[in-house]
């Protein structure tokens, strides 16, 4: 659309609202307000374009933002609504006047009811770096009203962990539409796993949004997500809906993949256990060996189905063995790795004290390998008081029982 032609029509700016729903109640916790413009044969057309657009005036975009908000809080005040309200803003303008207008209009709708603590400020994560500082003031300043935070658009190969963690915002809000790209998909999982993460180590909570499918809601559960939101659930529209709009689908969806998640540690469960009663004759005879090579060749063969390298370490670290790998579906000793330290690697020390303290093996997570790259376990446990077994899992076998995927 022209831009002229929306600001000559600006009456016909009005705000849509897309739920967003809660994974604790299943209910709707709040509503983002989205820009639509309204045309002539009654069909409305997204905003989003015009206020992306970087040869739109800055001043354009700000009168039509205010419109937009002022019938969203109309709206919403004449409701008697008690939900979260999430407002988009452009960081760059937001900063022009330092935000004193916007906050001026929210303020101007106290007296009718509306709660600044529900409302929620979202900007996107790539925008504003110049005014970066700026910007945490602005938010610092915010919250003494009980306004919050929610940085959007995460989620991608440019996303900066650095610059998230230092705007503390209060929700994070992941883009799951790279998971319907059939490119780079493991990569951008790696970069999803690492937002909950941060998520946790902040505080905030973790919101997916674009959710168009069962499989992303599915991803989106296992990985952190507190709220959802996306066409899978609600398709914006010009009125606030019933708070259980979703709540049926949710709990169906939820069980599936609760089942599907208990199914998935059973067979670990199993896994681990049929692993350790097979090397339990082994691990026996590795109590006093200095030289581990010759007795890994024999486990070597008790497992050649199922792993693809192996080796012994010390409690801290250090390897006592060479690598014993299966190449060509022979296993050979590859001895450069003897002596090398593994104890940087996340959790190898919390294992092994877990290890020496419950005398149980461990299966790790599922890890990209650093020199094949194919997704793997690895198997450890105690052979003697400071020794160690390591058993890489190999993909191959992974793929075959898909419930250790």
Not at 72 to 83: F, H, I, N, R, V
Not at 117 to 129: A, F, G, L, M, T
Not at 175 to 185: A, D, G, H, K
Not at 278 to 283: E, S
Request: proline share 2%; aromatic share 12%.
């Amino acid at each position: 659309m022209d831009p002229l032609d929306i600001m000559t029509n600006i009456e016909k700016v009005t705000p849509y609202f897309q739920a967003i729903f809660s994974a604790e109640a299943q209910e709707i916790i709040g509503y983002e307000v989205l820009g639509r413009f309204q045309l002539e044969n009654g069909d409305v057309k997204s905003l989003g374009p015009f206020f992306r657009d970087n040869t739109v005036p800055g001043e354009y975009q700000l009168e039509v933002d205010k419109v937009i908000i002022n019938k969203a809080l109309t709206y919403y005040t004449e409701e008697d609504c008690s939900l979260k309200l999430f407002i988009n803003q452009h960081a760059d303008l937001l900063l022009e006047d330092q935000g004193e207008s916007l906050l001026e209009l929210f303020l101007s709708y106290v007296p009718r009811g509306l709660k600044l603590e529900n409302i929620v400020i979202e900007i996107d994560e790539h925008s504003s770096k110049e005014g970066e500082e700026f910007l945490q003031h602005l938010f610092n300043y915010y919250r003494t009203y009980g306004i919050q935070l929610s940085v959007a658009n995460i989620g991608d190969a440019g996303t900066n962990m650095d610059r998230i963690g230092r705007l503390n915002p209060n929700i994070l809000k992941v883009n799951l539409e790279i998971l319907r790209q059939s490119y780079e998909v493991a990569a951008h999982q790696d970069i999803l796993h690492s937002l909950s993460i941060l998520s946790r180590k902040i505080g905030a909570a973790l919101m997916y949004e674009n959710m168009e499918a069962s499989f992303q809601l599915q991803y989106a559960w296992r990985n952190g997500g507190r709220y959802y939101q996306g066409y899978y659930l609600h398709k914006p529209g010009p009125t606030f809906i019933d708070i259980h709009h979703a709540k049926e689908i949710l709990v169906e969806k939820f069980q599936q993949f609760i089942r599907y998640e208990k199914r998935k540690l059973h067979a670990i469960h199993q896994f681990t256990g049929m692993l350790q009663t097979r090397l339990q004759a082994f691990i026996s005879k590795g109590h006093n060996l200095e030289e581990y090579d010759k007795w890994l060749h024999s486990i070597a063969d008790e497992l050649t189905n199922i792993s693809f390298r192996m080796y012994v370490c010390d409690e801290n670290g250090f390897q006592l063995s060479s690598n014993i790998l299966k190449d060509n579906g022979k296993w050979i000793a590859n001895r450069t790795y003897k002596g090398k330290n593994w104890s940087w690697r996340p959790y190898f020390l919390e294992h092994v004290m877990k290890m020496s303290m419950e005398k149980k093996g461990i299966l790790s997570d599922l890890y990209s390998d650093i020199e094949s790259g194919e997704s793997v376990r690895t198997y450890s446990c105690l052979i003697t008081q400071n020794r160690f077994l390591y058993v890489d899992i190999s993909y191959e076998y992974l793929y075959e029982n898909q419930d250790l995927l």
